[in-house]
């Protein structure tokens, strides 16, 4: 099976995840990107994000219901997948070497 | 909106939220979105974090949607609904306009068809409303439900067709005051034959319903009264049964309570005594029941086989023929249910057959205007269509992907029109004034099918208008259909001629509904503003109903009364807010609208001199100065005065003396069957008051007759219409026990031109409606023509044509066809004045200069709508223009 490509913002939903490890749900994931990347995220798009993710097998979606040492608030955990891990270094190491070497500057003012 | 709750997130926007996830998703993506609600209202407030919560949910519902039709939704019709979704974003204001005329269709029938449902066709709410039936005859002055002997007889005979006979009738043109617990209340009563419940088949909630054997001689009087009536008057209905309750002709007990929501034969009547009648004749409305297996029309034909009969002779002519119909179609006329007539019940089905084609034309013009949008930008997205087909999309593709697209306008603009009913329908309610509304047995819903079915028309129309542009460019060949510009749109005579037909057959149907509101509005207002002749809103009605004590005899009764009202009425006179006062019954002057009209002959003239309606008032001397009417010829009735003394409005005295002799002379009204004993003599002539109209359509005279009032009721003359619940209060303390009403006189008019004001509200209504939808069109048409000749417009300015050359060009041809419309419009207004007149609405007609100045009027605001593209027109540039081609 060939290594998937991850979109921008799949790629920043599977960092959000890595990076939170076993505290990786809804909530928690959307304020990781929020905060890190100053970009504003929907709850809906990031769950629809979350469900196409699934459907590639890059992680594994699992809900507890009703707890009560949350309120009694559903949550839906997030964990990365083998074939996940590998397709953000895959994407990560794409990604580095295409910046490799480049500077970027910016655009001389007239 | 939020819920107001310091803990609870937005409660509307969360449930939209819960709508638009994904099962899988919905429980944990609302949990995360609550939970940071939390969090930040503890940090920021409840109002920041609802703001945020609001904007979470509007920026989440398209994703979530995505997430729902990817998942659902195979993926050949998920792209096809993008197509469309696609497509009508790209319409822009096209869109809007295509929704907005959906929902003015939708809107207009539906709420037309919903009051056309409760006041037309009203069906009568009994189970064996279809097993009852009505015998009408239609008499040369309208349609009634009586009768005559003989036939009674003949058909009592019969019970092979007619299984049961059953009278009804009221013999009290008003509120009675009915007295419980020493406290007297005016209630409207309505006398039944025992077994006419039963035969609707509606049985007493508690209790039994009226039987033979309550009209037995000294059997006690029973009454059966209404579930509200019961719980107001005892607290709880199983408690009425068996009490006491006194009426003016005596004491009577409750033996049944009936369902609430039972009414019969309108809304306000709530208590129901039983009718003695003589089994060998009918007394009062007849209704029969069909004997089991009989056909309806096994019935009519036994009817017409001599169990009736037209011989009757009547100054009115010989009786029509007996039509049995069933209750649940008879209903639509009130008439035939109550005769005695609540006046606004008799012009119903006029009145809204008028609005239903009022709304059936708004409705049409919106199609029409449907179809020339749809052609219009059907043509302009041939170019997409044939990047489609590029794609690879087939022929079925594109027709369903055009009708998702319809099915998508289509009910958003339903959704707009039917929500657009509902408050119209909430409108129409809040002004039905109270005479009319008593009259609906069924309140006005919002009839469903009807805004499904304009819904549905509204989507064929679309689909009419748009598969064959599908068609037609999916067979032209894609090379064919890009390599045409989206500007040069082709557009075939016979499509121009066919968008000419629909904008004249707009603009016709726009004026003739105007004209239709002028109409109504002129004669409105003459009949509410002008004609009054008195200061309605300083004038007021009280009418005190006291309790009845049944153990005085008649006599005493009376004189009991007359006392009172001495009394009642010098405190009224000594009160400072009021002016003047006198007693008078029968103001605001009106007759039983259902009436028929009587002869009126003069004396010592042998043919009657013509048809009328006479409403009497009657009153001590102090009413016609109270009223402001002063005495033209003659004098002022005075006590003393014999019975045929009679005071006319000057009016009548014109009418049937021209030569202004009409003092001393006297004349005889004729009843139905011959012309009456006595001669009325008139002793004077005072100025004129606007009367009430009846059905008939022959005019209504008030006469002044002698003799005190029947009732104790008051004409007062307020100095402060704020002060009417003092002078009232004033009264109440002289009779604790009375129950008291007062009202003015304009809200009485108000009320007796009810049906004209609601004809008037909707008809102007729509008017607006229709006009703004035709400019819409005429703005449509042009914008077309402009898009459909720009190749040939550069052209022309290249040949050195001029802008004003050009604007002309576009903007005469479409003012003639215009001007067609205008004049149909105005040809068929003239037609329709004729067919107003003759309705009981009380319209009359307008002249040809009123209607020609409104085609004018229009006609200027079809240049002004045209005037834009016309304008586009003029710029184009040549040099782009013919690059593009």
Known sequence: ?110 | VSSGHPDRPPRIARALLGLALHRDDRDAAISDLDEEFDAQARQLGRAASARWYRGQVLRSVVPALERRWATRVPLPLATEFRWAWRSIRGRGIGALAYVALVAVAVGTSTLAFSAADAFVFNRAPYPNADRVVLFERTTPVGVYSTLQPDEWQRLRQRPDVIAGLYSHGNTNNGPVPVEVNGVAEPVWTHQVSPGLFDALGVLPLFGRPLSVSDNAPGAPAAAVIAASLATRWFGDPPRALGQVIRTESGVAHVVGVMPAGFHFPTRREAVWTSLRTDPERPSGMSLGVLAPAVTLAAAQGAIDGGLTTTEHPTPLGALGSVRVVPMSQASRDPRVLTNSGAFTGATAPALFTLLFGAAICVALIACLNLAGLELASGLARGHVRAVQTALGASRGVLLRTALWEGLLLSATGAACGYLAAVWGSAIVHATLPAALDVMLLNPIDIDHRAAAFTGGCALFVWFVGSSPLVWFTSRSGVANALRRSTRAISLSRGHLVWRHIILAAQMAATVLLLSGAALFLRSYTSAVVADRNLDGNRLATIDVAVPVDASQSREERERVRNVLHERLLSILRRNPNVLSAGGASGIPPGISRAQPPSHLWIERHAAPAGLVHLAPVNGDDGYLQTLGLRVLAGRALRTGDSADSVVVDVEFARRFWPAGDALGARFITGTETAPGENAREIVGIVSHLRPGRAWSGQPVYVIHTPGPPRRLSYLVRVQDPAAIDKVAAALRELAPTARITAGFMADQYADMDGDTRIATGLTSGFAVLAFIVAIAGIYGVTALVVAARTREIGIRLALGATPSDIRRSILVPTMRVVSVGLAAGVGAALLGTHWIESLPLGVTGAGLITYVTLALGLAGAAILAGARPTRQAGHVNPAITLRAE
């Open chain 1, 1 to 110: 099976m060939p290594d998937p490509f991850l979109a921008e913002f799949e790629l920043y939903v599977m960092l959000a995840i890595a990076r939170l490890g076993d505290e990786a749900y809804g909530a928690r994931v959307r304020q990781q990107i929020e905060e890190r990347t100053g970009r504003p995220v929907s709850i809906g798009a990031l769950y629809t994000t979350l469900a196409r993710l699934e459907a590639k097998g890059l992680l594994t979606l699992r809900t507890l219901k009703s707890e009560p040492a949350h309120r009694g608030r559903t949550r839906r955990y997030c964990r990365l997948t083998p074939r996940g891990t590998h397709a953000l270094r895959h994407s990560a190491t794409m990604l580095s070497r295409m910046m490799d070497g480049l500077r970027l500057v910016s655009e001389p003012t007239k």
